[in-house]
């Protein structure tokens, strides 16, 4: 039975309507140029930058695998000691949302709990999304970026540290869109080779996997949703922005596709997987 908790989160899901943005491809087109939502915590709040060790790295120019050089990326450890597991994280948010506070209060879980090194990229958002504040802020957004190199780069920035830390020290997670991304990442790794190893595990969190959202039971499951709807409307107006319409190009679909595709079979070399539900929404 669903506890009071649940039912109560449900119940302010339904209140506040948080999935009216995908109501219509109208509503979901303004969301995606228009600034930063309510809510958003795309860098560390102040709470977790007091409590842990949290350094940014400094961003240089790179491309390629060395992309994520130039992506704003924190490393959060307990103040007293270094964890010798390092968790990867890839926040959700359709490819479109930047981080919101639920991801802060998982990686919060995971420093004191586990206890591990948290790594937390903003990795770019896909084109035709909001692109934050134009700024030298170490922490600014960066740039709205191709499938292709979004993926390589979170690629790059699962090797570098499990070069640095030993492969078998390394889990990579990831929640919904982000889940879809960290395991893109690991099978471009896997694909390439290059001799680090693969990460040791994937948990993924309500992964995002079947993008094209053309599953029979889609309908069925969209009514109980509380968080998403109307799948469509997603699709009306990604599909066309990603495929070459001359009124706009957006990199939505086009990297959904290129995840979907990579996520097509697991990786092998011992790396293990967890899938799991949305833990901080059920917690059950």
């Not at 030993?166 to 790794?189: F, P, R």
């Not at 094209?212 to 009306?236: C, H, N, W, Y």
Request: charged share 15%; proline share 10%.
């Amino acid at each position: 039975m669903p506890s009071i908790q649940h039912r109560g989160v449900g119940w302010a899901l339904r209140t506040l309507r948080v999935n009216s943005v995908f109501a219509s491809p109208e509503s979901l087109q303004r969301s995606l140029g228009s600034p930063p939502r309510l809510g958003a915590a795309p860098t560390p709040p102040s709470k977790l930058r007091r409590d842990f060790r949290c350094q940014p790295q400094a961003r240089q120019p790179g491309g390629g695998a060395e992309s994520w050089r130039n992506w704003p990326v924190w490393e959060l450890t307990p103040r007293t000691f270094l964890p010798a597991t390092t968790v990867i994280y890839f926040h959700g948010g359709a490819y479109v949302r930047e981080a919101i506070s639920q991801h802060w209060g998982l990686v919060e879980q995971l420093l004191r709990e586990v206890p591990a090194r948290v790594v937390f990229p903003r990795y770019p958002l896909a084109p035709g999304t909001h692109p934050g504040p134009s700024s030298s802020d170490p922490e600014a957004a960066p740039t709205p970026s191709s499938a292709e190199a979004t993926v390589t780069g979170a690629a790059g920035l699962i090797a570098h540290w499990a070069a640095m830390v030993g492969a078998g020290e390394v889990v990579v997670m990831g929640d919904s869109a982000g889940a879809g991304l960290a395991l893109a990442a690991v099978q471009h790794l896997r694909d390439i080779g290059g001799g680090v190893g693969l990460p040791r595990r994937l948990v993924l969190i309500s992964p995002w996997l079947d993008v094209t959202m053309s599953d029979p039971e889609q309908a069925a499951l969209e009514r109980g949703d509380k968080v998403i709807a109307k799948a469509k409307a997603f699709l009306d107006v990604a599909v066309p922005l990603a495929t070459g319409s001359p009124s706009a190009q957006s990199g939505a679909v086009l990297m959904i596709r290129l995840i979907s595709t990579a996520c097509s079979s697991a990786p092998s070399s011992g790396t293990s997987f967890t899938v799991s539900s949305w833990m901080w929404v059920t917690n059950e």
